[in-house]
């Protein structure tokens, strides 16, 4: 992957459907309704990206995927331990969706 562009969500969509079959990911941070605020995850490692149970537009059709839109999301390169993707993060949490390199 390229990085010395800026990642944008056009950027990252275009990578979710390039490599659908063959993605990883790790969810850092999800919303929690019950504190109110993002919480943590114990989520350690990639895992194979699973089909959301509740697929649109914001989430890509992939489980632990959440995008806000209006320029509040935050995309970052990552090419580390044989990975290459993109990490994310806004107001709802991050997560890495990445592939094997």
Partial sequence: MNTSKKITLATFK????????????NVGSSFDGM???VQSTNDHGFSAAQNSDRPFTNNLGIAGVWLVGGSRD?????????????????CCGSFTIAIRA
């Fill in 14 to 25: 275009s990578f979710v459907k390039k490599n659908r079959d063959q993605l990883l990911i």
């Fill in 74 to 90: 935050y995309f970052y390169p990552i090419n580390e331990n044989g990975l290459t993707g993109i990490k994310a993060s806004n």
């Fill in 35 to 37: 504190t109110d605020c």
